[in-house]
T-cell receptor
C-alpha cells in the first residue's frame, strides 16, 4: 500500500515560474486536500475536494489552482511562483467518514522560490 | 483570528511521566477534534479523535479530553516514551464543512530518557 504519494520531494523555482505538485492516493479515498506549512506554524488549507470533479477553496487559495479529474489524483498548480509561496506542501486524503479516522498525509514537497 | 490555538510551543517531560498537551478553540461550530503527530521530514499522522458528543476518548497510552463549555481539549500521554518526541497538532472540523480541518500551530514534545 503506497498511501499518499507526493512528487517531487524538493523543488527550487524562480519567481514567476509555474509548476505542478503531484499527489496520488491508492486508498479510494473520496476526500483530498492540499495544505501548506510555514516555519513555526500549523497547516493551512489551500484547496480541497470531496470527490472527482468537485473542488473548493480553503483558507489560502490565492496563487494556486487545482482540479480533480479522477478519484486518485489531485494536482496543485502554482501559476506564477512568488517567494511568499516558499513552504512545505502536504497532500492529504480521507474517507467521507473522515472526522473519525482523520487524514492520511503524504510526506510533503519542500518548495523554495528564489 | 486563529480559531485553533496551542499556546505552548514546546513541552519537555521525563520518560515514564505524563505528557499533557493543550488546545483551545473559538468556533462553536466545530464538532470534531483530532490530534496528529509529526516527525521531522514526514507528513503528520493521525493519532486520535473525539466527537463533541463525548468528553473523553482513549486509545492505548493516548487519551483526549474535551471540555465544550470551556472550548478546550487536551491530549494525555501516559506513560511518555522517548519515541513520542514529535510535534503534536490539534485540529478541529465541522461536519457542515466536509473535508476541511483547521489546525493549531503545534506543540513540540520532548521526552527525555
Amino acid at each position: 500500500n503506497a498511501g499518499v504519494t507526493q512528487t517531487p520531494k524538493f523543488q527550487v523555482l524562480k519567481t514567476g515560474q509555474s509548476m505542478t505538485l503531484q499527489c496520488a492516493q491508492d486508498m479510494n479515498h473520496e476526500y483530498m486536500s492540499w495544505y501548506r506549512q510555514d516555519p513555526g506554524m500549523g497547516l493551512r488549507l489551500i484547496h480541497y475536494s470531496v470527490g472527482a470533479g468537485i473542488t473548493d477553496q480553503g483558507e489560502v487559495p490565492n496563487g494556486y489552482n487545482v482540479s480533480r479529474s479522477t478519484t486518485e489524483d489531485f494536482p496543485l498548480r502554482l501559476l506564477s511562483a512568488a517567494p511568499s509561496q516558499t513552504s512545505v506542501y502536504f497532500c492529504a486524503s480521507s474517507y467521507s467518514t473522515w472526522p473519525t479516522y482523520g487524514y492520511t498525509f503524504g510526506s510533503g514537497t519542500r518548495l523554495t522560490v528564489v | 483570528d486563529q480559531q485553533v490555538k496551542q499556546n505552548s510551543p514546546s513541552l519537555s517531560v521525563q520518560e515514564g511521566r505524563i505528557s499533557i498537551l493543550n488546545c483551545d478553540y473559538t468556533n462553536s461550530m466545530f464538532d470534531y477534534f483530532l490530534w496528529y503527530k509529526k516527525y521531522p521530514a514526514e507528513g503528520p499522522t493521525f493519532l486520535i479523535s473525539i466527537s463533541s458528543i463525548k468528553d473523553k476518548n482513549e486509545d492505548g497510552r493516548f487519551t483526549v479530553f474535551l471540555n465544550k463549555s470551556a472550548k478546550h481539549l487536551s491530549l494525555h500521554i501516559v506513560p511518555s516514551q522517548p519515541g513520542d518526541s514529535a510535534v503534536y497538532f490539534c485540529a478541529a472540523s465541522a461536519n457542515t464543512n466536509a473535508g476541511k480541518s483547521t489546525f493549531g500551530d503545534g506543540t513540540t514534545l520532548t521526552v527525555k530518557p
